[in-house]
């Protein structure tokens, strides 16, 4: 599944390129990527290189600058509409087609040595409503690297692309190198969209398929001793899909099991998502969610983003569950399943999260922020012989090594509907809700924004600086009771960011969590501060389990940090100031 509400391309079969070796038999492979884009040119200059001889092109460097700094990870992203405040359309079809040519290219390469042939390439997207134009777009990028083809929560203005091979989504280093090659193509390529395919596209309908192995799942694990193939009758479920992609699972999985679906909302695709946001941590999404389930005494309800590859769900009470709470649930069902397993987060995490799961006999990992930094974290792990069964991020997506390390809301909810359907059958009728009740919730929780002074193609240094003087200081010991947090026995050190084994994954953001102490309360809170991926910005969280502190930290990083420092200047702090003047301490 996808993240933002993108075309997903999944290599299924064998690619080929005639200005490449000829290949002979791939093996399912999927990627994700998601992109901004300009389509303006600035300045042209002519370089003889070998680069650019390779590629015949005319090296623009403005436009290849835009598109290198438009990579968010491992996912490229960007605004595909007008009607964004404050936000320029640099999503365009020529810039994606430059991206899904490199793609084919880069997979050809890749698959040279296990000899493959006819490469098929399928794509799908979700309803948004640039998604067609894009589509054409990637069509014809991937019909000039020689493929033959098959067929979220931002607004509705963006967009973007996700690849994904069989062993997961591409990382940060991959999708760099493609937008590299893209960067270079796009710069050059100053006519239209090419509108005739080598090799004509085929409709193929994925989900049924998909839908088939979801049902067949529940089916199977719950082995229901009366009805099997409607293991659901019986049970009210409520799914508000945010007329993004996630309508198919009440019609081809949860009807289809026997399960009782009224009082859904929002089912039908609608790409300028006229009620609310697909998005499971939206407030409003999750209200609308609870209401329902009350009103119909449902036993659950789901929330999906976009494009399904998140979700969260509210209990047969009415209490929603993402974010801290569903990583909890999820932990719950995991460990009991696979006791003693390593779980991995993202670092904004609280710490009655690590007790929870700790209490359980589990172990957890505090890692980088970035789904796609925690899942391969779990990858890492499992390689190095550390099992490692759940990965997940409090937005929502998640990732099982049963499920091939793929973040894939639908799943998650399956697991999830397995175990309420468990529960019933051993007698209890107190729902999914009650395997979270002793999780604790910090007293305070804050994320405030610094953005960064200056121009766009510095953005990224001056982010970078700040955030490694914050390091500086804090080893200098120039905030009392302040310490980077090495996350316990989890394998990463240096305040949640360095791998300490012997292959260290390159790091795509700069972000480090440090842990806070006084003489009063001893440990009570973290910081954890990172330099966007999305934008030139960087988020600053803060957890207290103590009142008031949260302004405390807030005071304490703004005199004795920021304005010590002289970070001030290149960043805006006016967030930081306002919170820390607008709470009394105590």
């Known amino acids: 599944m996808s993240s933002t509400s993108t075309p997903s391309i999944y290599v299924q079969g064998n690619v ?23 389509q303006s040119l600035t300045k042209v200059i002519r370089v003889n290189s070998s680069s650019t001889t390779k590629y015949n092109e005319v090296v623009v460097d403005e436009e290849i600058e835009k ?11 960007g605004v595909a509409l007008e009607g964004e405040k404050g936000r320029k359309v640099d999503l365009a079809p020529p810039a994606v087609e430059a991206i899904a040519e490199s793609f084919g290219e880069w997979v050809t390469t890749g698959l040279e040595k296990e000899s493959v042939e006819d490469v098929r390439v399928s794509l799908g997207r979700d309803p948004r409503v640039s998604g067609a134009s894009l589509s054409v777009a990637v069509f014809a990028g991937l019909s000039k690297a020689g493929c033959s083809m098959t067929a979220s929560h931002l607004p509705y203005t963006r967009n973007g692309l996700k690849f994904f091979t069989r062993k997961g989504g591409l990382t940060s280093p991959e999708v760099e190198e493609i937008c590299d090659i893209a960067a270079r193509k796009y710069a050059n390529r100053l006519t239209k969209v090419s509108t005739m395919l080598t090799i004509p596209p085929a409709r193929v309908n994925f989900m049924s398929n998909y839908a088939k192995h979801l049902r067949d799942i529940i089916k199977e694990r719950v082995n229901h001793p009366l009805h099997y193939d409607t293991p659901l009758q019986g049970f009210k479920i409520i799914v508000n899909a945010g007329n993004g992609s996630g309508g198919f699972f009440t019609w081809d999985v949860l009807d289809k099991l026997g399960a009782d679906t009224f009082g859904s909302l929002h089912l039908n695709p609608d790409g300028m998502f006229p009620n609310h946001i697909p998005n499971p941590e939206d407030k409003i999404a999750m209200a609308l969610t609870r209401d329902a389930v009350l009103q119909n005494t449902a036993d659950l309800g789901i929330v999906f983003d976009t494009d399904v590859d998140r979700s969260g769900v509210v209990d047969n009470k009415g209490n929603p569950i993402n974010g801290d709470k569903l990583i909890a649930l999820m932990s719950a069902i995991v460990l009991r399943e696979h006791p003693e397993t390593t779980i991995v987060t993202d670092a904004r995490t609280s710490m009655a999260l690590t007790r929870f799961i700790v209490n359980r006999g589990g172990h957890h990992c505090l890692y980088r922020v970035g789904y796609r930094n925690v899942i391969d974290k779990g990858v890492q792990l499992n390689e190095d012989g550390i099992e490692a069964h759940l990965m997940m991020e409090t937005s929502g997506h998640g990732a099982l090594k049963e499920n091939h390390f793929l973040d894939d809301g639908a799943y998650m909810v399956v697991k999830i509907i397995i175990e309420m359907v468990r529960m019933k059958l051993a007698g209890s009728d107190d729902g999914i809700g009650s395997l979270i009740k002793d999780l604790e919730e910090p007293s305070e929780s804050v994320e405030l924004r610094m953005n960064i002074i200056s121009e766009p193609r510095d953005a990224k240094a001056l982010g970078v600086q700040a955030i490694e003087t914050f390091r500086t200081y804090i080893e200098e010991g120039q905030l009392k009771g302040w310490e980077l947090d090495s996350c316990g026995d989890c394998w990463v050190s240096e305040g949640c960011l360095v791998d300490s084994n012997d292959t260290p994954a390159a790091i795509d953001a700069h972000m480090y969590r440090v842990k806070v102490s006084d003489e009063e309360h001893g440990e009570h809170g973290w910081v954890h501060i990172r330099q966007s991926i999305h934008n030139p910005n960087i988020a600053v969280n803060m957890q207290s389990v103590v009142p008031g502190g949260c302004q405390s930290m807030a005071i304490d990083l703004r005199d004795k940090f920021l304005m010590a420092s002289g970070m001030n200047r290149i960043l805006d702090v006016s967030q930081i100031d306002k919170f820390a003047k607008s709470v009394r301490v105590g």
């Open 67 to 77: 598109i290198r700094r438009l990579q968010n990870g491992s996912d490229v992203r």
């Open 16 to 38: 080929r390129k005639t200005s490449f070796a000829p290949a002979t038999n791939t093996k399912p492979f999927h990627t994700s990527l998601k992109f901004p884009f300009s």
